[in-house]
């Protein structure tokens, strides 16, 4: 009755063909229509969106990798979308929009990931809220998201990363 279970099993199958690939040179070079090397490719078969959220009245929490788009997306008015694999994360916030009185509405979402991995091998998190309020079809939002830790010099935790947003440092 509490409990929500997301699971999306994900399987791609892709067929290759050998071909001679142009060689390209100094602007073109990096352009993104040429095969990827091996360690760049995605992992074809894993599960995405998964989590479990335990909601009461208007209060969510839970645990999972779900896609973030945050914002209204009308004309590309998003204000954070990984717009990739979801991100294992922690959240708190509500899982639609809640009456406050007539027809104003509120949605929020509170997050926090779990430890990445730079190229250095050294932790971060992002730390993110999102807070809308929604009259009818106007809608005003407020979101602040930080990348945290990211320095093998630095000492930087979970919970470091859970209070970012509310010690400032």
């Not at 699971?7 to 050998?18: A, G, H, K, N, T």
């Not at 990739?84 to 509170?110: M, N, Q, R």
């Not at 990211?150 to 000492?155: M, R, T, Y």
Request: no cysteine.
């Amino acid at each position: 009755k509490h409990l929500i279970i997301s699971v999306e099993p994900y399987i791609l199958d892709s067929r290759e063909y050998s071909f001679l690939q142009q060689v390209k040179e100094s602007t073109f070079s990096v352009l993104n229509d040429v095969p990827l090397e091996n360690e760049y490719r995605i992992n074809a078969n894993k599960i995405r969106n998964a989590g479990l959220i335990f909601y009461y009245s208007d209060l969510s929490l839970g645990y999972g990798n779900w896609d973030q788009w945050w914002g209204p997306g009308i004309h590309n008015s998003l204000v954070m979308s990984n717009n990739a694999e979801g991100i294992s994360h922690y959240f708190v916030g509500t899982l639609d929009y809640k009456p406050v009185v007539g027809d104003l509405k509120y949605y929020y979402k509170y997050m926090v990931s779990e430890a990445m991995h730079n190229n250095a091998n050294a932790e971060y998190f992002l730390s993110a809220y999102f807070f809308n309020l929604r009259y009818k079809n106007i809608e005003l939002g407020a979101s602040r998201h930080i990348l945290n830790g990211g320095h093998s010099d630095l000492s930087w935790s979970l919970n470091d990363a859970m209070n970012v947003l509310f010690t400032k440092k």
